[in-house]
């Protein structure tokens, strides 16, 4: 049991595109319910919860009827400025109907270098949760085009998560994605892959095992989710990376059931 993830109060979710995306494009509207039902809860219990959402290029794409992402990075940053807005409106539509408030907050990855900026998007996200408000967090297609990689798969914000978890000092990162921790090898690929409970490291080995550990809808694959893990054990803190098919997962993780991987320095390995 990780009894200590019982006690976190401030808590970063990140919620991969393959969790808000059904394999044949189509918005998976159930899961937008279920994460609204769970987010919603645990603030009702007292808890600080930040939803850094993936997802806007994926909803663009299904809002428009395109039926494959497009290679130009203009044709991309219209498709998630159209897809941002909808991907908004299904959480506010679906929060609402819990009586939760939310909130937007657009970020490109300058936040960590400007102390300007850092200074203004902390005591922005403060104020938000002492309202008890949801703040959702994406990155800013529009303007920020380094992780569109001119190719089909979709974008992530695994970076982004573990820079808003540091900044704010969060207790714990919540990594949402379509597999269920990290393994030895490719799961996909290798049926012998094991799943590791807990990793309190990253080092070249551990980086090794992540090539190609990624399904057809996730984008930053598992050295993304590593690098992000890496970030998350400098700050002292700790994240569990689960599968996000249901939502409904972290309830088990705050109960702390062995469910995914947990990333901690002083974790058993």
Known sequence: MRTFLKDVKRIVIKIGTSSLIHPNGKVNFSGIDQLA????????QGKEIILVSSGAI?????????????????????????????LMHYYNQRFFAYNQQTA??????????????????????????????????NEND????????????????????AIVAEIIEADLLIMLSDIDGFYSANPYTNKK????????????AVMA???????????????????????????????????GKPPRIIFDILAGNEVGTLFKEDAHE
């Not at 050295?223 to 700050?235: F, G, M, Q, T």
């Open 142 to 161: 529009t303007v920020a085009v380094d992780e569109m990689d001119h190719s089909t798969k979709f974008g992530d914000n695994d970076q982004l998560s």
């Open 193 to 204: 892959a094991v799943l590791y409970k807990s990793i309190n490291k990253i080092d070249e």
């Open 37 to 44: 039902f769970v987010l919603t809860d645990l603030t009702n």
């Open 209 to 243: 095992k992540a090539g190609g550990t990624v399904s057809s809808f996730g984008t930053g694959g598992m050295v993304s989710k590593l690098k992000a893990a890496e970030r998350i054990l400098k700050s002292q803190s700790a994240m569990v990376l689960a599968n």
């Open 104 to 137: 937007q907050v657009l970020m490109t990855r300058d936040i960590v270098e400007f102390p300007e900026s850092r200074k203004n998007v902390i005591n922005t996200l403060e104020e938000l949760l002492k309202m008890s408000i949801i703040p959702i967090i």
């Open 58 to 86: 994926g909803v663009g794409l299904d809002k428009l009827q395109i039926p494959k992402r497009p290679s130009e990075i203009p044709a991309q940053q219209a498709i998630a400025a159209v897809g941002q807005f909808e």
